[in-house]
Nanobody, 124 residues
Framework: QVQLVETGGGLVQAGGSLRLSCAAS????????MGWFRQAPGKEREFVAV????????YYAESVKGRFTISRDNAKKTTYLQMNSLNSEDTAVYYC?????????????????WGQGTQVTVSS
């Protein structure tokens, strides 16, 4: 049974930082592209970042480029999202996603596995 568990969300002031973690189990982690999505109240879920299985290729949404960094530790079966210079528009529930089909599949929102999400709230 595949599980993705996100942690690290919380309340932070504008300009601050948070690091989200996504711990995976029940899958051959290094074979899966891992991504982060977010959904703000009243808005559709949107892509944030994705990393391939080896960690060498990453892609970001324009809105987070230069502020967010996705990484992974295959030995720990964990993916991270370092978020810096946070602003109120980053407030959302953040979801982890995984798919063996690669970064394009995850980026398109078609990942097979999803976590339950962690809330990030940025106060201005």
């Amino acid at each position: 049974q595949v599980q993705l568990v996100e942690t690290g969300g919380g309340l932070v002031q504008a300009g601050g930082s948070l690091r989200l973690s996504c711990a995976a189990s029940g899958l051959t982690f290094s074979a899966y592209a891992m991504g982060w999505f977010r959904q703000a109240p009243g808005k559709e879920r949107e892509f944030v970042a994705v990393v391939n299985g080896r960690g060498g290729d990453t892609y970001y949404a324009e809105s987070v480029k230069g502020r967010f960094t996705i990484s992974r530790d295959n030995a720990k079966k964990t993916t991270y999202l370092q978020m810096n210079s946070l602003n109120s528009e980053d407030t959302a529930v953040y979801y982890c996603a995984a798919d063996v089909g690669g970064t394009r599949t995850v980026l398109a929102g078609r990942a097979k596995y999803w976590g339950q999400g962690t809330q990030v709230t940025v106060s201005s």
